[in-house]
């Protein structure tokens, strides 16, 4: 079985970063597992995040990979079976932008995606 070129995006919904300030930073957490790699051909043991800053809810805007910024790439500590593990993201912002997309891409990996936290601190 050889997987190929895959190139696989998985996008939330608008989120908002505006309370009564514009938050500076999000944390997420990404909770996943890679099946056994052995098995699969040109299989990576990686996956990135990446982000869209905008302040306009649209879905056909939201689809445009090519307006995403990476923001991390994420390998697994532990690179013996499959084991759930955890990726931490803190990701900045410096613009004006009232929300954001945040996209999971993954190129090429027999990735599993168990859950996707997306918070922040108000103090």
Request: glycine share 4%.
């Amino acid at each position: 079985f050889n997987v190929g070129q895959q190139n696989n995006w998985l996008i939330t919904q608008h989120i908002s970063r505006q309370t009564t300030t514009l938050l500076p930073q999000i944390t997420v957490i990404v909770e996943y597992e890679f099946s056994n790699c052995e098995t699969v051909m040109n299989c990576a043991r990686t996956f990135s995040v990446w982000k869209y800053d905008n302040s306009t809810v649209d879905a056909t805007l939201a689809r445009d990979t090519s307006k995403y910024t990476q923001v991390a790439a994420i390998a697994p500590e532990d690179t013996t079976g499959s084991v759930r593990q955890n990726g931490t993201v803190e990701i900045d912002f410096s613009g004006s932008e009232t929300g954001f997309y945040l996209a999971i891409r993954d190129e090429d990996s027999c990735l599993l995606i168990h859950r996707v936290l997306v918070f922040y601190y108000v103090c």
